[in-house]
């Protein structure tokens, strides 16, 4: 039976990237996301909760590694507990139950593009160059070992303030493992036997990563 829930969107896995071709000979590179299955494991309704959502659940996880209340929480749903849990807005109720799982096949019909939430790769500390991606100063004779320094940091401070660094200032510091969306990214095909969405272009985060994806928000 297929199941709606208003507006088509899965939790899933970024598998990798890969390039396809179609019969004109052009090649498109492609995101490979392994989307679903997910269970729902709670239906939310406007009487009840206030709003209209839906939520749902991605991977299973072993109830030794679970807490007591997550187990009770998937058990109404009649599942076990999951990784993953993420909840979906609706503007309406939605058509499914407690327990139904839902498929790739959300997106099989009237979906176009879709938006790719994921959290992007952590590269610890960079300095200005990489994190910003400053040009640095010039490598030639004459110019002082600051090749890769960020050159001032307070001295165009406004008249009256004292010469302080600038809330805002672009310096080294955390670079990545911040949320990114990919929006309005075209969908490819999908592979229903597999649970596979093939997305054109790249998305955030690594090989591996959690995604959220979802029928995008601009038509």
Known sequence: MDFCIMKAALIGRKIGMTRV???AGIVTPVTIIQAGPCTVMQVKTADLDGYEAVQLGFEDRKPHRSTKPLIGHAAKAGTGPKTTLREVRLNESADVAA????????FSEGVESV??????????????????GFGGQRASHGVERKHRAPGSIGGSASLGHGRVVKKGKRMAGHFGNVQRTAK????????????????????????????????SLIA
Do not use: Y
Request: proline content about 3%.
């Open 21 to 23: 071709c179609d019969a």
């Open 99 to 106: 327990g139904d799982v839902v498929t790739v096949d959300l």
């Open 115 to 132: 938006d790719v939430i994921g959290v992007s790769k952590g590269r610890g500390f960079a300095g200005a160059m990489k994190r910003h």
């Open 184 to 215: 309005n990214q075209k969908l490819v095909s999908i592979d229903k036997e597999n649970n596979l969405l093939v997305i054109k272009g790249s998305i955030p985060g690594p090989n591996g990563g959690l995604v959220f994806v979802q029928k």
